[in-house]
């Protein structure tokens, strides 16, 4: 593990992890995660496999203990990506489905 501190970013870089709190993100690693925090609760994250990039936005406001999250979310992939990310996706869908009906079907046989 490798851990970088300066007065505007924290790195923390594993064999195939980077973690890297900044305003600005210049690391080139198979797997990225960027993330920038500010006081009202702005979380805006980067997290990067290979050829598909997911983008998120967070923006989270604590009032008087409740805790208020709106996330959005934005994939960019190359096109033969997301074919690969439709077939799979599919297929996780497929088995919570199958697994759903069968613990159904035999929980009424008792």
Do not use: P
């Amino acid at each position: 593990m490798m851990e970088i501190m300066n007065s505007r970013c924290i790195v923390e870089a594993f064999n195939w992890l980077a973690v890297n709190f900044s305003d600005k993100s210049a690391l080139s690693f198979n797997v990225v995660f960027y993330s920038s925090f500010v006081t009202i609760g702005i979380d805006q994250v980067v997290f990067a496999l290979g050829g598909v990039v997911l983008t998120s936005f967070l923006l989270s406001v604590n009032i008087t203990g409740v805790i208020i999250m709106d996330i959005v979310v934005i994939f960019v992939v190359r096109r033969s990506m997301m074919l690969l990310i439709v077939m799979v996706m599919g297929h996780i869908m497929l088995y919570i489905v199958v697994r759903t009906v069968v613990i159904l079907s035999t929980s009424r046989c008792h």
